[in-house]
């Protein structure tokens, strides 16, 4: 069974940092984009930066120039690195990675979410 396990929230002061981890485990034969969602309360799940198996980002714009995206293959991770956080940038952040186990079907696959705090 594929598992994705996030690491690294908690709570922060507006300005300060925090990074998060998610590494993938079980069968894998393969990954392809990995990323970043967050959900904030009463609002919809949105994608905060993604990364692919070649290590092309995007980012969403609020978030740009503050935080990173990178990926380590070798350990099956991403990261997420976020400076200069702001009360808005407080939500539950998910990882998520398309994964193959047999080289023919990708199935996405999400982890359990991890709690960001910012405080003003």
């Known amino acids: 069974q594929v598992q994705l396990v996030e690491s690294g929230g908690g709570l922060v002061q507006a300005g300060g940092s925090l990074r998060l981890s998610c590494t993938a485990s079980?069968?894998?034969?393969?990954?392809?984009?990995m990323a970043w969602y967050r959900q904030a309360p009463g609002k919809e799940r949105e994608l905060v930066s993604s990364?692919?198996?070649?290590?092309?980002?995007k980012y969403l714009e609020s978030v740009k120039d503050r935080f990173s995206i990178s990926r380590d293959s070798g350990k099956k991770s991403v990261y997420l690195q976020m400076n200069s956080l702001k009360p808005e940038d407080t939500a539950v952040y998910y990882c998520?990675?398309?994964?193959?186990?047999?080289?023919?079907?990708?199935?996405?696959?999400w982890g359990q979410g991890t709690q960001v705090t910012v405080s003003s």
């Open positions: 990364i692919s198996a070649t290590h092309r980002t």
């Open positions: 079980g069968t894998i034969f393969g990954i392809n984009d």
């Open positions: 998520n990675a398309e994964i193959t186990k047999d080289r023919i079907h990708w199935i996405v696959y």
